[in-house]
């Protein structure tokens, strides 16, 4: 089980499994969820999904937008998947409208772990466009893992329209996205790396290397779509068919003689 880093407080290093249980029962929950002491929240989520009750979901996903602990929010998510999809579903689903971005990434995140076919028509497209990069890398992460066959071009087209986007570990995770989707993402994607910003031809051309070998690095692929696209944006000599003069050679502007 994961462990958080405790609180300096005397008082939060002596509480027993048994006063735990007893405040993480009924409306107590909530209390030992908006504890001071993350120990005293996560043991609460895990005694939540050890111990599934119905009655509980409210809380538990309550905390999605609040909680600052990633330990503790991964606990939140586990307890959820304890309780039953029909239960579950309709309180994380209304979850992906709210105001806060966390409670809209910790929302889908647990839906991917879900894995309920029937939540892919709450995943609206507005949501793998989110101005907030937590938000979409975890809709990207859902979308790819609930998309039914007959979506799957649709939602690479809206993936390839988010090539290029943040820094490497975005774009890593909407690659790896990509790749989840396979063949249904080759063409658009062999589109993007011929056409269009420097900045998606690279990031197409990395994803295309990625997608033959999901188990490369995709820092290395970065790095050499980087050269291939600078290299083939370069302005090349104008082959004229006459013999180069020495005053060609010192011309302003001319690659002749050029190394």
Request: without cysteine; glycine residues 6%; aromatic residues 4%.
């Amino acid at each position: 089980m994961p462990t958080t880093q405790q609180d300096s407080q005397p008082e939060s290093s002596h509480h027993s499994a048994h006063d735990v249980q007893r405040a993480a029962g009924g409306a107590g929950l909530y209390a030992a969820l908006t504890h001071g002491d993350s120990s005293v929240r996560l043991q609460a989520a895990l005694t939540a999904g050890t111990y599934p009750d119905d009655s509980r979901l409210g809380a538990l996903i309550a905390r999605f937008g609040a909680e600052p602990d990633f330990y503790v929010r991964d606990m939140l998510t586990w307890a959820v998947t304890r309780h039953p999809a029909t239960a579950t579903l309709p309180l994380v689903e209304a979850e992906l409208a709210s105001p806060v971005a966390q409670a809209r990434a910790q929302a889908l995140h647990t839906l991917s772990k879900l894995g309920e076919p029937s939540s892919w028509p709450a995943l609206e497209a507005a949501l793998l466009h989110d101005a907030d990069a937590e938000v979409a890398r975890a809709a990207w992460r859902a979308a790819v893992a609930l998309v039914p066959a007959d979506e799957e071009a649709r939602l690479a087209a809206h993936l390839i329209a988010e090539l290029g986007r943040g820094d490497a570990e975005v774009q890593r995770s909407l690659s790896r996205a990509l790749v989840e989707l396979g063949d249904a993402a080759v063409p658009a994607l062999e589109e993007a790396a011929a056409a269009g910003k420097e900045r998606v031809r690279v990031h197409a051309v990395a994803t295309l290397a990625l997608l033959r070998d999901p188990d490369s690095s995709f820092a290395g692929h970065l790095e050499e779509a980087t050269r291939a696209v600078i290299r083939r944006d370069a302005p090349q000599p104008v082959d004229t068919g006459a013999e180069p003069t020495p005053e060609d050679a010192h011309r302003p502007g001319s690659a002749v003689g050029a190394g």
